[in-house]
């Protein structure tokens, strides 16, 4: 997405927000915010963004990047239950919400009686889900555990390996440019004269690994490989490119045998020879 096409879109109208994803899922695209940001504030808008897929998986910086609404979600890359939606306001959303002449027309969506909920008054919204919470307490604690940082180069390490595997297979990435891929979600171009349906039915049915296909005008064009959270492991970036070089190659696509492992093995070795404090 391109920060002039909002500017233009907005100039000249009364716009309220601007709403950005952080790591589009369905595309494996990461937009910086800052752009986003100076145009939000140009225009006199609030900025919201998604960070559903990107929060733990790569930086989020809420207050440097002066984010007014943040959301994420708690299956991804944080890796607890789904059910739950972090969610940070700043206090100009609330100056926003308090000062609204129209009441908001959805129970779930009105911030303004969670916001005396989760304030001093404690006043009745919802029965919270308590077993989600614990959860989410303990995931929170084992990314503490791990730290963020480590986190980010871990999610960062895994994927660059992937890739080196997906490359050395003679396959395309999604994304060309480096800096707006995500580091939890890579996006491979299927070959030509390749079923890209059946390649995913049999890593699934074979090796229980699960990919996701295109969405939308992507349908077929597109496979989307997750390394999110607790997936965002060696031993599974191994299988995954394992059990590709067997389904490609049952397709009669023409590969150098081994060579997606064996990149991948190669670009393990060489980064866990240096800690991962010194690496660049
Ligand atoms: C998964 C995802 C969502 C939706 O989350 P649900 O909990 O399934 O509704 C929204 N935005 C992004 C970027 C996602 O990756």
């Not at 145009?39 to 007014?68: C, H, K, N, W, Y």
């Not at 303004?112 to 959860?135: A, Q, S």
């Amino acid at each position: 997405m391109d920060p002039e096409d909002v500017r233009r879109a907005g100039q000249g109208r009364n716009i309220k927000l601007v709403g950005l994803v952080h790591g589009e899922t369905s595309t494996s695209v990461l937009t910086q915010i800052e752009p986003f940001r100076r145009v939000a504030d140009e225009l006199g808008a609030l900025l919201v963004v998604d960070t559903v897929a990107s929060l733990v998986g790569s930086p989020v910086d809420v207050d440097r990047e002066r984010i007014d609404i943040c959301f994420s979600g708690t299956q991804k890359a944080i890796s607890a239950p789904p059910g739950m939606a972090p969610i940070t306001v700043n206090a100009r959303v609330e100056e926003v919400i308090r000062a609204r002449k129209t009441k908001v027309a959805s129970w779930y969506f009105d911030l303004t009686p969670i916001m005396t909920y989760w304030g001093k008054d404690r006043t009745y919204h919802h029965t919270p889900p308590i077993p989600l919470v614990f959860g989410l307490r303990e995931a929170l604690r084992i990314v503490l555990e791990e730290g963020l940082k480590a986190s980010w180069e871990r999610h960062r390490q895994n994927q660059l390996a992937l890739i080196a595997g997906i490359q050395a297979l003679g396959l395309e990435l999604f994304v060309a440019n480096p800096a707006e891929r995500m580091t939890t979600v890579t996006g491979i171009v299927p070959p030509a004269g390749v079923d890209e349906h059946r390649v995913r039915r049999q890593l699934l049915d074979e090796f229980s690994v699960e990919i996701g296909g295109g969405i939308g005008t992507l349908k077929g064009k597109l496979w989307r490989v997750g390394l999110m959270g607790c997936s965002s492991q060696k031993r599974y970036v191994l299988l995954f490119l394992a059990a590709l070089e067997k389904a490609l190659t049952d397709q009669n696509f023409r590969l150098s045998p081994g060579a997606g492992v064996t990149a991948v093995s190669r670009y393990y070795s060489q980064t866990e020879a240096v800690p991962v404090a010194q690496q660049k």
